[in-house]
């Protein structure tokens, strides 16, 4: 079977075990959405202020969902031995690893759309280039899930893992979060140009931890 | 504080966690050892 | 397939103790012994689901010390759980079993007749019975027609219904060209199926309690692939 | 595999103690104060040095998890070496954080300034404090080990891009950074002279903790080792008694003689 019906198989996989329980939408989702709500208490919903730091109070809700979002990615794994059927089943590790990183990114994706949407509402940011929005955003989200992944197998066996997989995956991404809204910031309300480089940045950052997990997630799913 | 009282600090706070780390090491020396034969203790050394 | 002093560890725990074990091409071997003698640590072991420590292992041709991936599709494995997703139906579990595993959506189909199943494939796995996701177990296990099937503890849970087809299972398994292992409590019924049967205590295998002259398998005791 | 004799390992520690003070004395006494920070700048003289120490440290995590990794040099040797220097690392690392906020509190007037090379070094401390905590999880040591060098590895990979984009971030929006703590390349002899000298102690101070950490790793290890050999030796004791005393009738009811035996109740049938 080639490298892309496997991936498309354990994605669509997941994707489907993600359709039928509906923990991204019915719990990540409102999470992410009162993450952001409680950052405007904390911040005096003084308009000028909010919209001002839209961008990084965005990213850090979706970051915290992430971490969500892997865990629930790898806690039905857990269930019932499905991960030793994963390993039985003669995948490669790199498909499963690219599976279940463009799972999460699919869902990180659509949670990102709404919670844009709600910013852009609520925070009542400007919107000056969608292009760069788009761009920057998938850059970043691949980033975050192939690392999320790799991390999540990582510690995917241990008992500690919903304490392990956070404190591991939040300094990783840090420079995904700084260019990310960088990138927000320049899209939204600044001069969309000088997002480009940011966009890079985050580009160079996916491709290089798809790279890594596609080498290395094989041998720790073995010891997971 | 003065400048030089910053000085101090933070040589003493050097000090400090070297020789705490060595004592930590020191401390967990022992504990292995004692579950040690003379045989392997003399192989160590 | 063969096992010379495999040590293997669960944590810090040697569940298997310097275990030899011989078993002979497209036999029915029964592994008894009691609770916590390391039977389900064997099974694991050779499906590769396990890292040996040390000693030897070799299944269908593959040095497990080096490879535990590259024999798993010639492996039907039936442990304790399903190896399931709760939110998928019993068609769909199925199915990503058997596509993942290189055969066709037609192959899982034809195997939940066989368990039996074909009524419940359209129901969650979370909403199936015991004694139904032992049935899925099985269906899991033989959807990749494997050359060796793993079953651990197959006939608990099972009605009498589904004991008698679990059995026809086991005994039709040698004229299609598969070694099969039995892992169980249930001596009596599975003697009468098996070829030999190996004791396991404390983590190793004890000499052959019964053996039975075959029509398939080697007349040497202790030869074998 | 590098192991020092215990004497060489005394001497070693001798020598950085000696060396340590010696340093000591040039950089509070000998060395004339800075023209500009005045005494503040003394603690250039263990600030530097020990963010040295620390970037050095995690470069020999990362050298060792990769010959961990690669089969033809793989020993379970790289794997303490790899773990002794990684938890050296972060304490120098905060030890780092810790005097630059001394040293910049007098002189920056902040405890903390968002300077990219603080940020940089700040993240650098959590990556590799996660990496610790993994390497905690009991498991197989096998397992551990090569998990554990591949965490490394994936943290590694991260320094640079981290480095690399704070510092961009940080020239973009040019504000913080007007005190720079860097060398002036115009920096008077005796100055540079008594960093250099700095920088050979803390490196020697490492040699020393590394050689003690190392040779207690190992020693941890090599009890771990006897418990699991035991432990193996006792399973396989059990196992041959109980069919002396048995009949060879086996059935439900022989599970008895294993229910006292504490390593057997313990295990299950489950991983």
């Known amino acids: 079977m080639s490298l892309a019906r496997e991936v498309w198989l354990v994605a669509g996989k997941d994707l489907r075990v993600e359709a039928r329980s509906r923990v991204t939408l019915n719990q990540v989702l409102p999470f992410g959405a009162v993450v952001l709500l409680l950052f405007a208490f904390a911040l005096d919903p003084d308009r000028g202020l909010l919209s001002e730091v839209a961008p990084g109070l965005f990213w850090v809700a979706v970051l915290l969902a992430a971490v969500l979002a892997v865990s629930r990615s790898f806690a039905v794994e857990a269930e019932h031995g499905a991960i030793d059927g994963l390993r039985l089943s003669g995948l490669d590790g790199a498909s499963v690893f690219l599976g279940k990183t463009l799972a999460i990114a699919v869902q990180l994706l659509l949670l990102e759309l709404v919670l844009g ?25 691949v980033g975050i899930a192939a690392t999320g992944t790799l991390f999540g197998v990582l ?24 260019g990310a809204t960088r990138a927000f910031e320049a899209g939204l309300d600044g001069v969309p140009s000088e997002a480009w480089p940011w966009v890079q940045l985050l580009a160079l950052f996916a491709v290089l931890y798809l790279g890594v997990g596609v080498l290395a997630f094989g041998s720790l799913l073995e010891d997971a | ?44 050394r | 397939m063969r096992l010379r002093a495999a040590v293997c560890l669960l944590g810090r725990f040697p569940a298997l103790a310097g275990t030899d074990l011989d078993v002979h091409e497209r036999e029915v ?30 299944v269908l041709g593959v040095d497990l010390a080096r490879d535990r991936r590259s024999h798993r599709r010639r492996l039907g494995f039936m442990g304790h759980d399903t190896l399931c997703y709760d939110d998928l139906t019993v068609r769909e579990n199925l199915r990503f079993a058997t596509r993942s595993a290189g055969a066709t959506a037609a192959t899982a189909d034809d195997v ?60 039709e398994a040698p004229s299609a060209g598969t070694t099969v292992i039995v892992a169980s409590h249930e001596t009596e019924r599975v003697r009468s199926l098996a070829d030999r049967e190996v004791r396991i205590v404390g983590g190793r295998a004890e000499r052959a309690v019964l053996e039975r002259p075959s029509v398939d398998s080697a007349p040497s005791a202790e030869g074998g692939p | 595999m590098i192991s020092l004799a215990r004497p060489a390992v005394n001497a070693l520690g001798l020598l950085t103690l000696v060396a340590l003070f010696v340093l000591a004395v040039l950089a509070l006494g000998v060395v004339p104060p800075d023209a500009v920070q005045g005494d503040a700048q003394r603690l250039m003289y263990v600030h530097v040095p020990a963010a040295w120490l620390a970037y050095l440290a995690f470069f020999v995590t990362a050298v060792s998890s990769a010959l961990y990794l690669w089969p033809r040099t793989r020993q379970p040797g790289w794997d303490l ?61 096998d397992v551990r080990a090569r998990r554990a060098a591949i965490a490394a590895l994936i943290a590694f990979v991260d320094v640079p891009i981290v480095h690399f984009s704070v510092n961009w ?48 790793a190992r020693l941890e290890e090599g009890r771990e080792e006897r418990e699991l050999d035991a432990a193996i030796a006792a399973r396989v004791a059990s196992g041959s008694e109980r069919t002396d005393l048995e009949d060879r009738v086996p059935g439900e009811g022989t599970g008895k003689g294993n229910i006292g035996d504490p390593a057997v109740a313990g295990a299950g049938e489950h991983r």
């Not at chain 3, 019975?129 to 099937?149: M, T, Y």
């Open chain 3, 29 to 58: 071997l029964l592994l008894s012994g009691p609770n916590g003698a390391g039977k389900t640590t064997l099974l694991r072991l050779l499906a590769g689901l396990v890292r040996l420590r040390s000693g030897k292992a070799e």
């Open chain 1, 117 to 141: 949407i709600g910013v852009v509402v609520f925070y009542d940011t400007a919107v000056r280039s969608v292009a760069v929005l788009v761009l920057a955003g998938v850059a970043a989200t």
């Open chain 1, 155 to 178: 510690a995917a066996g241990l008992r500690t893992r919903e304490t392990l997989v956070p404190l591991l995956l939040l300094p990783i991404v840090a420079p995904v979060m700084l």
């Open chain 3, 112 to 171: 939940l007749t066989r368990v039996g199943l074909e009524e419940q494939a359209d129901v969650a796995h979370q909403r199936l019975s015991a004694g139904q996701c032992r049935r899925l177990s099985l269906a899991v296990a033989l959807s990749r027609s494997p050359d060796l099937l793993l079953l651990d503890e197959p006939h608990a849970g099972l009605d009498p219904a589904g004991r008698s087809m679990l059995d026809s299972v086991i005994s």
């Open chain 4, 81 to 141: 070496l790899a773990g002794s220097s990684a938890e050296i690392g972060v304490i120098f690392t905060g030890l780092t954080l810790v005097l630059g906020s001394l040293w910049g509190r007098p002189v920056w007037g902040a405890w903390w300034v968002w300077d990219a090379r603080l940020v940089t070094t700040a993240v650098l401390f959590f990556l590799y404090l996660g990496y610790l905590a993994l390497r905690r999880v009991p498991a197989d040591p």
């Open chain 2, 1 to 44: 504080m003065s400048d030089a009282g910053f000085v101090v600090a933070g040589y003493v706070i050097t000090a400090v966690v070297l020789i705490a780390y060595i004592g930590w090491m020191a401390a967990r020396f022992r504990r292995v050892r004692r579950g040690l034969t003379e045989e392997e203790l003399e192989r160590w």
């Open chain 4, 169 to 216: 971030w940080r020239t973009l929006h040019q504000e913080a950074t007007v005190f720079n703590p860097d060398l002036d390349a115009q920096i008077e002899g005796s100055m540079a002279w008594t960093l250099l000298f700095a920088v050979v102690a803390f490196t020697l101070a490492y040699g020393y903790l590394m050689a003690r950490r190392v040779q207690l």
